[in-house]
């Protein structure tokens, strides 16, 4: 089973996401429009 987060926007001043210590892995993307960042966390079932 995978349990997905449904997609989500945050936008604004001094915003601040807190990971509690879960690794990530970050994707950055250019394009002509601008940079997009991509945030992967993964965890295996039950260990959280």
Do not use: C, Q
């Amino acid at each position: 089973m995978i349990d997905i987060t449904p997609p989500a926007v945050f936008s604004g001043p001094g915003l601040h996401m807190d990971f509690l210590d879960i690794s990530t892995i970050s994707l950055k993307f250019l394009s002509e429009i601008g940079a997009l960042e991509i945030n992967i966390a993964l965890t295996e079932a039950g260990s959280r």
